[in-house]
């Protein structure tokens, strides 16, 4: 059973900071690992990626103020958020490869002006 919980959002003004964690269960291996976001009545997006030898790619929007990391003994990806903006107001969800067809509940980030 798979399970990934995704938390750590909220609701702050801009300018602030958040730091999302994703805790998985029920997965094995060695994965890359990503956090996505969504907003209604848009597709869900890549926000940043973990590769398993390290390497980081970003939404062009948030670089220099996000930063993907990983625990990989606790398959657990984490999202540092600075400088947050009203645009990336959105639910945050992770994901890690291999198993793309499992996705948490999400955890709900909002900017505020």
């Known amino acids: 059973q798979v399970q990934l919980v995704e938390s750590g959002g909220g609701l702050v003004q801009a300018g602030g900071s958040l730091r999302l964690s994703c805790a998985a269960s029920g997965i094995s291996g060695f994965n890359a690992m990503g956090w996505y976001r969504q907003t209604p009545g848009s597709h869900r997006e890549l926000v940043a990626r973990?590769?398993?030898?390290?390497?980081?790619i970003y939404e062009d929007s948030v670089k220099g103020r996000f930063a993907i990391s990983r625990d990989i003994g606790k398959n657990t990806v984490y999202l540092q958020m600075n400088n947050l903006k009203p645009e990336d107001t959105a639910i945050y969800y992770c994901?890690?490869?291999?198993?793309?067809?499992?996705w948490g509940q999400g955890t709900q980030v909002t900017v505020s002006s």
């Open positions: 973990i590769s398993t030898s390290g390497s980081t």
């Open positions: 994901n890690f490869d291999g198993y793309s067809g499992y």
